[in-house]
């Protein structure tokens, strides 16, 4: 039996771990499945998923809830673990402004 969490849902699919906290900086780890892939990799809604799943997670606030998301994706994301890196970048009485980048193979992608 495999200990790996199921990757059938969206929640599953973009689920974080975070994995060291540093002042306003969050290290979290992700897997990208397999079989979310479209063509050469992992674009869109799996990958900027986790990373709003991140960032969300790094405010550590639940009421403080996502209002809007710009992204770009860099380059096709292949199945596997990668590395979030967010930043909270200002966090005042009634908005946060957070970076998020995920990185694979050392190439922010």
């Keep these: 039996m495999s200990s790996a969490p199921p990757t059938d849902t969206f929640e599953n699919a973009t689920a974080v771990v975070e994995r060291a906290r540093e ?3 969050v290290r ?3 897997t990208v499945p397999d079989g979310w892939q479209q063509g050469a990799g992992a674009f869109g809604g799996v990958v900027l998923g986790a990373l709003a799943r991140a960032m969300d997670a790094a405010q550590g606030d639940a ?11 860099l380059a096709p994301v292949q199945p596997g673990e990668v590395d979030v890196m967010v930043e ?8 946060s402004f957070v970076d998020a980048r995920m990185r694979a193979g050392g190439e922010v992608v």
Excluded: I, Y
């Design 28 to 30: 979290f780890s992700a």
């Design 63 to 73: 009421s403080r809830r996502l209002r809007a998301l710009q992204g770009e994706v």
């Design 23 to 25: 002042r306003a900086s």
């Design 88 to 95: 909270l970048l200002r966090v005042g009485k009634g908005m």
